[in-house]
């Protein structure tokens, strides 16, 4: 393609969708990668956008890729508890996870997202036996889809749930349990001490436009599941046990400490609604 794209119609909450496909980009060019992923570095290439202010970021790049796999994993564990699974990206962007993971032979496979963003996406990487639903996640239509099938379902929710607040997460949840009863959840959860500090965070902090704030986070797994009652955590990891190696010095001294694990860090979770 000879004319790139130019992502400037989308609003500033989704242009947050190209840090972590800059993350992904470099890190697939490095020796020792934590993660692979050859169609971030395609279209990273078929963008028109100035990613250079974030050549210097550090901590989030290797953030990104880390909690990209740690998810790739646990929905890896998922599908082969439930080979008829029928798994749905919840705020999807442009991350190619379903390339990464080898096109599982699932029932079915959605990637979700804004309309503006699924024009976007379907641009950069057409779908093969995926399919695209250009939704709100907060629009109930969606989960009539997936019922359809009427087969075990996850939801993976990456990057998504730290722009809204809490009462909007609650919703979520409240519908999927309504909807979709059954549903396991692979999510990443921000540190509750986090909110409100988006401009503190090295790359957003580096985006054109004015970045959106973070609004909700978390101490403990106990707080994500106080808004599902009946729900119940089936593995939670935190982000620094694969990436701490790779951080700047200074957050590896950090996160070896119990206070910046419990206050600091990224929380991965899989969880049964």
Not at 82 to 106: I, K, T
Not at 234 to 248: G, K, M, R, T, V
């Amino acid at each position: 393609m000879s004319e790139k794209i130019s992502p400037k119609d989308i609003t500033v909450l989704s242009a947050t969708m190209l840090i972590p496909l800059w993350a992904k980009a470099v890190e697939y060019g490095r020796p020792d990668a934590i993660l692979h992923d050859k169609e971030a570095a395609r279209m990273l290439d078929m963008i028109d956008y100035d990613f250079t202010p974030f050549a210097k970021v550090k901590a989030s790049q290797v953030g990104c890729c880390g909690r990209a796999r740690i998810l790739d994993e646990m929905a890896q564990r998922f599908i082969d508890e439930h080979p008829d699974a029928v798994v749905v990206q919840l705020g999807s962007g442009l991350d190619a996870r379903y390339e990464r993971m080898g096109r599982p032979n699932v029932t079915a496979w959605y990637d979700l997202d804004l309309p503006e963003v699924i024009d976007v996406r379907r641009m950069l990487l057409p779908e093969s036996s995926n399919r695209y639903l250009g939704i709100s996640m907060f629009d109930e239509a969606w989960t009539d889809t997936v019922a359809a099938h009427g087969k075990p379902v996850l939801l993976i929710i990456e990057g998504v749930l730290m722009y809204f607040d809490e009462a909007q997460v609650r919703s979520v949840f409240e519908m999927v349990q309504r909807k979709l009863p059954g549903t396991q959840v692979a999510m990443d959860a921000l540190a509750q001490k986090m909110v409100g500090r988006a401009q503190q965070h090295d790359a957003l902090k580096k985006m054109n436009e004015t970045p959106p704030e973070f609004r909700w986070g978390v101490r403990d797994a106990n707080d994500v599941l106080k808004l599902a009652p009946g729900s119940r955590l089936i593995e939670e990891i935190h982000l620094s046990s694969l990436c701490a190696p790779h951080y700047p010095f200074i957050l590896r001294l950090i996160y070896k400490t119990k206070w910046g694990r419990e206050n600091l860090d990224v929380r991965l979770m899989r969880i049964q609604l």
